[in-house]
């Protein structure tokens, strides 16, 4: 199989044509992240511009809008730091270093990701239990609310950690391969 993949012809690419591939606006994962973000965010804003009669926002003080507006563009600004994390994956003039790089904001971009999840959890909750009588039927429906939150945040620091521990596997494997 080797010997077949060896002897195979490849076509040489140009520079410019290499170049011209992994330009942001040709990049095809870009572009789908590009789509993503700008419905997440066009989401975001519908949100925003009807939650105040929508969601009676006029009913509630100033500091649970606040903490609504707040939460809603913390996740506008962590899809848009999402962007530019996806956006500059090289970290250094090797594969090695580079990975090494990605590797040290990914690690960081995780933690963001879980907090930013959170507060935006707490915001939402927040907000809509403000000034709302607490029965026992609405404390259970909070505790499912909260469990399934806390379901949510492991699946993702899960997923997280997953992409990290192929990475940092990759990475181990390059470094093995350059000793040899």
């Known amino acids: 199989m080797k010997n077949l993949w060896a002897g195979q012809p490849t076509e040489e690419k140009q520079k410019e044509a290499l170049a011209l591939m992994l330009t942001e606006k040709s990049h095809p994962i870009l572009k789908n992240i590009r789509k993503q973000l700008l419905l997440e965010i ?3 804003l519908v949100i925003l511009c009807v939650y105040y009669s929508m969601f ?3 009913m509630r003080p100033w500091i649970a809008n606040g903490v609504f507006i707040m939460s809603m563009v913390q ?5 848009i730091s999402g962007y530019l994390v996806a956006r500059n994956l090289i970290h250094g003039d090797n594969l090695v270093t580079s990975l ?3 590797l040290i904001s990914l690690k960081r971009f995780k933690w963001t990701s879980l907090f930013s999840r959170m507060i935006f959890m707490g915001g939402m909750l927040f907000f809509f239990l403000y000034g709302l009588d607490m029965d026992i039927r609405r404390v259970l429906a909070v505790g499912f ?3 399934v939150s806390a379901g ?3 699946f993702l ?3 997280w950690s997953l992409k990290i521990d192929k990475l940092t596997s990759l990475q181990t494997n390059l470094v093995d391969t ?3």
């Open 75 to 79: 996740a506008i600004a962590f899809n």
């Open 178 to 180: 350059n000793n040899r």
């Open 100 to 102: 090494s790089g990605y």
């Open 145 to 147: 609310i909260v469990v």
């Open 42 to 44: 066009s989401s975001w």
């Open 56 to 58: 009676d926002g006029q």
């Open 157 to 159: 620091h899960s997923q």
């Open 152 to 154: 949510q945040l492991w």
